[in-house]
């Protein structure tokens, strides 16, 4: 394994020390722990604290800022944060009006982000959760309970981050949560397994004439491995589950093609150009387009669809202005 590291067990920590360094005016650190919360911490409002596993950059320290989250919890590489550290960064963020939790729907993240909830509200702070199931590709997997959580997860840092900047209640936030999480469906595959940076091992194997479709962003199985093809057969097969299980008439969306770290700018976006051409067809309007790696696995080679059902509350709430060190401008 050839990865620009030093020691193992300090990636998570060198890796938020460079961001910071990056963009000392915008993000900082808590008590030297993985933890990275907003530097001009707006007070009256409420807060919202996602995170998880290292390994999926930008998510989640990236997504930190004005309009989107107020921290950010990082875990090992692929390892949920441990359940004190979700607890140091709600009493980090919280002003008073509570913090709502954003958890990706993986067993070792609901386990300690509610453990943290538990022990915040015993400190008198109010905590509300949305979890994120937005992966459509299997029910059950190795790490969940349900469905996962995956790259759909930055549409509700967006639209939650911007109903709170607004001034949304926690009782409000929650609501809206799971309104938006009802309505985004996410699809994927592989064209390779991610190096493990930790055991420098892949996270699967692979053959070279063949893609894993549906599988989850630590490597989890997917529905069937099938021979490789063209983009756009790939994409024709991903977009046809979304479409079935979002059962979008003519409505308007948001779009999300999110690379999984490895693939190329100029394959998210030939495959942005299919999807945008299906929608057409369709009379699927596309109010916005991200293009990108959003959520990743570290170097996994593939790419997911996110398609997001628009009413007019979450159009608007889509479209406020955001300021985080990944995404300048929405």
Same mark, same amino acid.
């Given at each position: 394994m050839k990865?620009?590291?030093?020691? #193992?067990?300090?990636?998570?920590?060198?890796m938020?020390?460079?961001?910071?360094?990056?963009?000392?005016?915008?993000?900082?650190?808590?008590?030297?722990?993985?933890?990275?919360?907003r530097?001009d911490?707006k007070?009256?409002?409420?807060a919202?604290i996602?995170?998880?596993?290292?390994?999926?950059?930008?998510?989640?320290?990236g997504?930190?800022?004005?309009?989107?989250?107020d921290?950010?919890?990082?875990?090992?590489?692929?390892?949920?944060?441990?359940?004190?550290?979700?607890?140091?960064? &709600?009493?980090?963020?919280?002003?008073?009006?509570?913090?709502?939790l954003?958890?990706?729907?993986?067993s070792?993240?609901?386990?300690?982000?509610?453990?943290?909830?538990?022990?915040?509200?015993?400190?008198? &702070?109010?905590?509300?959760?949305? &979890?994120?199931d937005?992966d459509?590709?299997?029910?059950?997997?190795?790490?969940?309970?349900?469905r996962?959580g995956?790259?759909?997860?930055?549409?509700?840092?967006?639209?939650?981050?911007?109903?709170?900047?607004?001034g949304?209640s926690?009782?409000?936030?929650?609501?809206?949560?799971?309104?938006?999480?009802?309505?985004?469906?996410?699809?994927?595959?592989?064209l #390779?397994?991610?190096?493990?940076?930790?055991?420098?091992k892949?996270?699967?194997?692979?053959?070279?004439d063949?893609?894993?479709i549906?599988?989850?962003?630590?490597g989890?199985?997917?529905?069937?491995?099938?021979?490789?093809?063209?983009?756009?057969?790939?994409?024709?097969y991903?977009?046809?589950?979304?479409?079935?299980?979002?059962?979008?008439?003519k409505?308007?969306?948001?779009?999300?093609?999110?690379?999984?770290g490895?693939?190329t700018?100029?394959?998210?976006?030939i495959?942005?150009?299919?999807v945008?051409?299906?929608?057409?067809?369709?009379n699927?309007?596309?109010?916005?387009?991200?293009?990108g790696?959003?959520?990743t696995?570290?170097?996994m080679?593939?790419f997911?669809?996110?398609?997001?059902?628009?009413?007019?509350e979450?159009?608007?709430?889509?479209?406020?202005?955001?300021?985080?060190?990944?995404?300048?401008t929405?």
């Amino acid at each position: 394994m050839k990865k620009l590291i030093n020691k #193992k067990e300090d990636i998570v920590n060198e890796m938020i020390l460079g961001m910071i360094k990056a963009f000392p005016n915008s993000i900082e650190n808590v008590k030297d722990l993985p933890i990275i919360i907003r530097k001009d911490k707006k007070i009256e409002k409420v807060a919202l604290i996602s995170g998880g596993g290292s390994g999926h950059e930008p998510a989640h320290g990236g997504f930190v800022g004005y309009g989107m989250l107020d921290a950010a919890v990082a875990g090992e590489v692929f390892t949920s944060p441990s359940a004190d550290k979700v607890y140091e960064a &709600i009493k980090a963020v919280d002003s008073g009006k509570g913090v709502v939790l954003i958890i990706k729907n993986y067993s070792g993240d609901i386990m300690n982000f509610e453990m943290a909830a538990e022990m915040a509200e015993i400190e008198g &702070i109010k905590v509300g959760k949305v &979890i994120v199931d937005d992966d459509i590709a299997v029910e059950n997997s190795t790490y969940t309970v349900g469905r996962r959580g995956i790259a759909g997860t930055i549409f509700v840092h967006k639209i939650l981050g911007a109903a709170a900047e607004k001034g949304y209640s926690l009782e409000e936030l929650e609501k809206l949560g799971n309104k938006v999480v009802e309505n985004i469906k996410t699809m994927g595959m592989s064209l #390779k397994s991610c190096t493990v940076f930790t055991t420098g091992k892949n996270s699967f194997d692979l053959p070279e004439d063949e893609v894993e479709i549906g599988l989850g962003i630590h490597g989890e199985p997917g529905t069937h491995r099938e021979k490789f093809k063209d983009a756009n057969t790939h994409v024709d097969y991903l977009l046809e589950k979304i479409l079935l299980e979002s059962k979008i008439g003519k409505e308007k969306v948001a779009v999300l093609i999110n690379g999984l770290g490895e693939t190329t700018l100029i394959e998210l976006f030939i495959i942005n150009n299919r999807v945008a051409d299906i929608l057409k067809e369709k009379n699927i309007t596309i109010e916005k387009t991200l293009v990108g790696n959003y959520m990743t696995s570290l170097d996994m080679g593939g790419f997911s669809i996110t398609i997001l059902k628009l009413d007019d509350e979450i159009e608007e709430l889509l479209k406020y202005k955001s300021d985080t060190i990944a995404l300048k401008t929405f």
